[in-house]
Structure formats: C-alpha cells, structure tokens
C-alpha cells in the first residue's frame, strides 16, 4: 500500500529594501527560469520563520528580519497534457527588511538581484506571486 500524497509546505520571502523588493530567477522546476520570491521548503523542526530566513540566505546571501505575515498560498501545478496534478505547494509568504549583503545567486537560483516594485511586478509571471509582492510593499514600506 503506497503512502497518500500529501502536499508540501514551502515558505517564501518579500524583502525588501526601501521601495525595492528581492527577487530570484528559479533554477529548478516548477517555474524554471522565471522571476520568483526566494523561498523553499520547510524543514522537519523548524519554524516557519527560521525557515523564511534560512531559505532567503541560502539562495541569495541577503540577511534580512521578518516583519510580519503577508498570506498562504495555493500552489497546485497540473500537467498541461493529463490534467493531473504533479506539484502541490502550501506555500505560506512573508515580509522582511532587507540588513545586510549583496545578493549573490546561490542554492537553487539561477540569479537574484533586487528590483523596483513595479519592476518585480513586471518580471514575475505568476498573479499570486505579483499579488503577495503588492500586499506586502502596502503594508511593509514607508
């Protein structure tokens, strides 16, 4: 009898620094390639704001504090040829101050660099991700 499948937690992180935000480039699937929110999985013991944390430092170098929740999210991906799903995602977001560090590229990002507000919304493709990163510079910057 084969184990149910079960969805993954994943956290994520809008930081930012003044009326910018920081965005990766996915390295790897889902989303390969495209502008993102640096973010992963959640580990066994781990908080979910540890976890926020240790992902943004793990994939861009940045060392930043949380500043509060911005929202869960629903990451269901479906096969474009079955309709199955292959990715199931709870991905919960929060917003942090940038403090300290360039960001360098690193885990699995491709690249990562901060952006203006407008810009990140014009890089990233998925409308929740644009949604979180809105919700987050309305509620977290001056």
């Given at each position: 009898m084969s184990e149910p499948q079960r969805p993954v937690v994943a956290v994520?992180?809008?930081?930012?620094r003044g009326q910018e935000v920081l965005l990766i480039?996915?390295?790897?699937?889902?989303?390969?390639?495209q502008w993102s929110l640096p973010g992963g999985r959640l580990e066994w013991g781990e908080t979910l704001a540890g976890g926020a944390l240790r992902e943004l430092t793990e994939e861009t170098g940045v060392a930043a504090e949380i500043l509060g929740l911005i929202?869960?999210?629903d990451g269901v991906f479906t096969s474009r040829t079955t309709g199955e799903?292959?990715?199931?995602?709870v991905m919960i977001d929060f917003a942090a101050r940038w403090l300290a560090g360039d960001p360098v590229a690193g885990d699995d990002a491709a690249e990562a660099r901060f952006f203006t507000v407008q810009?990140?919304?014009?890089?990233?493709e998925w409308d929740?991700?644009?949604?979180?990163?809105?919700?987050?510079a309305a509620r977290f910057t001056p």
């Open positions: 994520g992180v809008v930081c930012l480039k996915r390295g790897n699937p889902p989303r390969q390639g929202d869960a999210v799903t292959t990715r199931h995602y810009a990140a919304l014009a890089a990233v929740e991700t644009r949604r979180v990163i809105v919700e987050a």
